[in-house]
């Protein structure tokens, strides 16, 4: 199979990748240009059916629901290494928390094992490891 077919198979709609977010996951997205806009403007519309959701990223170029507006408190939660004026805004609210950035303890991708579910990030050749939660 080509690479072209892999990918056409495994694109889904904004839609399904919702109807994949569970109560407690991680959701780890890219940065920047790497935003994955489309899924964060429309985070907010499960918030009936899940709670406790992390959101780790940094450096979102926009304002999105999920964090901005405090009804989502206790549904999502963003944590960010860096925070843009709308998380400094939202993070009295309680739906922004800071994370502290760790370049110490990393692992090989492979060795990854169940978090994070989703990866939003766009892959680089480059890029071999992850930063590993802080004990």
């Not at 059916?49 to 926009?62: G, H, I, K």
Request: glycine content about 6%; overall charge neutral.
């Amino acid at each position: 199979m080509n690479f072209k077919e892999l990918y056409r198979r495994k694109v889904v709609s904004v839609e399904e990748a919702l109807q994949e977010i569970k109560s407690g996951q991680e959701l780890v997205c890219g940065l920047v240009a790497c935003e994955p806009v489309t899924l964060l403007r429309h985070l907010h519309t499960i918030r009936d059916r899940v709670e406790d959701v992390s959101v780790v990223t940094a450096l979102l170029m926009n304002e999105y629901d999920f964090f901005i507006n405090t009804e989502m408190q206790g549904h999502f939660l963003m944590n960010s290494w860096f925070y843009t004026g709308g998380a400094r805004k939202a993070h009295p609210q309680g739906t922004v928390s800071y994370i502290r950035w760790n370049f110490i303890v990393v692992l090989p991708v492979g060795q990854l094992i169940a978090s994070p579910m989703f990866s939003w990030a766009v892959p680089r050749p480059w890029i071999n490891m992850v930063s590993c939660p802080y004990p």
